[in-house]
């Protein structure tokens, strides 16, 4: 599967932005999907999660303002940012992981559970 992660763009503190991850090659239905985030001089770090049941999980620092869901019909992830910060800037990255069962509610937070990698957007919150 190849992905591309768009919608980034510079915003104000509060703002919102609605980020997308359209995946090409494969149907995005048989995989897990992650996005992931690295600010600058910092590593890269789990931010959403949604299972192939949309079962969804987020890091502490995003929960409660971020949402992520799939549209496996638009063959697209998506994830919400809402309640934007200045610590929320970073280049944002969605990533996919094959061969977890439909039903499976595991979470999958470090880089190494996905194998399928899009190319970042950034996402710039000013204060």
């Known amino acids: 599967v190849q992905l591309q992660a768009s919608g980034g763009g510079l915003v104000q503190a509060g703002g919102s932005l609605r980020l997308s991850c359209a995946a090409s090659?494969?149907?995005?239905?048989?995989?897990?999907v992650g996005w992931f985030r690295q600010a600058p001089g910092k590593e890269r770090e789990f931010v959403a999660g949604?299972?192939?049941?949309?079962?969804?999980y987020y890091a502490d620092s995003v929960k409660g303002r971020f949402a992520v869901s799939r549209d496996n019909a638009q063959n697209t992830a998506y994830l919400q940012l809402n309640g934007l910060k200045p610590e929320d800037t970073a280049v944002y990255y969605c990533?996919?992981?094959?061969?977890?069962?439909?039903?499976?509610?595991?979470?999958?937070?470090?880089?190494?559970?996905?194998?399928?990698w899009g190319r970042g957007t950034q996402v710039t919150v000013s204060s």
């Open positions: 990533a996919a992981r094959a061969g977890t069962i439909l039903s499976s509610t595991q979470r999958y937070e470090r880089g190494t559970d996905y194998g399928y």
């Open positions: 090659r494969r149907t995005i239905s048989m995989y897990a």
């Open positions: 949604i299972n192939r049941n949309s079962v969804t």
